[in-house]
Structures are given as structure tokens and as C-alpha cells.
């Protein structure tokens, strides 16, 4: 291996630094809170309008219906 001057040495930990600092950069965008809550909500927007997100959503409410319903009902008793 040649031997490298200070300078050479000087100049490749640089473009290391910066190569490092691009990536926590990158990463930092990639995993910021308001990035993953928006991905999030975008995925489960596009999972309720699938018929199988139609078919969960339209049983919760009518399970929730039924709940109150009862609850009604019983408290009169």
C-alpha cells in the first residue's frame, strides 16, 4: 500500500464525514415522527377503502350499534 500524505489522509476523512453525515441525514428524514404518522395514515386510508377494510369498518359499527343499543335498553331496568 503507497504510502498517503497527511493531506490525502486529511482529505479521505473528510469525504467520510460528509458521506456519514448524508446518511444520518437521510435516515433522520426517513424516520421523523410526522414521515411515519403521515405513512401511517395514508396506509390505513388506502386499507379502508379495500372490501376487506369496508367489511371491518361496516362490523365494528354495527358490533358498537349493538353495544349501545343494550346499554340503552338495560339502563331502564
Same mark, same amino acid.
Given at each position: 500500500? %503507497? &504510502?498517503?500524505?497527511? $493531506? +490525502?489522509?486529511?482529505? +479521505?476523512?473528510?469525504?467520510?464525514? &460528509?458521506? #456519514?453525515? $448524508?446518511? =444520518? $441525514?437521510?435516515?433522520?428524514?426517513? /424516520?421523523? %415522527?410526522?414521515? #411515519?404518522?403521515?405513512?401511517?395514515?395514508? @396506509?390505513?386510508? +388506502?386499507?379502508?377503502? /379495500? /372490501?376487506? @377494510?369496508?367489511?371491518?369498518?361496516? @362490523? /365494528?359499527?354495527? #358490533?358498537?350499534?349493538?353495544?349501545? =343499543?343494550?346499554?340503552?335498553?338495560?339502563? @331502564?331496568?
Amino acid at each position: 500500500m %503507497p &504510502d498517503r500524505s497527511a $493531506d +490525502e489522509i486529511q482529505r +479521505e476523512i473528510e469525504r467520510a464525514r &460528509d458521506a #456519514l453525515a $448524508d446518511a =444520518v $441525514d437521510q435516515l433522520a428524514v426517513r /424516520t421523523s %415522527p410526522q414521515r #411515519l404518522a403521515a405513512q401511517a395514515k395514508q @396506509g390505513v386510508r +388506502e386499507w379502508a377503502q /379495500t /372490501t376487506q @377494510g369496508k367489511a371491518v369498518i361496516g @362490523g /365494528t359499527g354495527f #358490533l358498537m350499534l349493538v353495544v349501545v =343499543v343494550r346499554g340503552i335498553r338495560n339502563r @331502564g331496568k
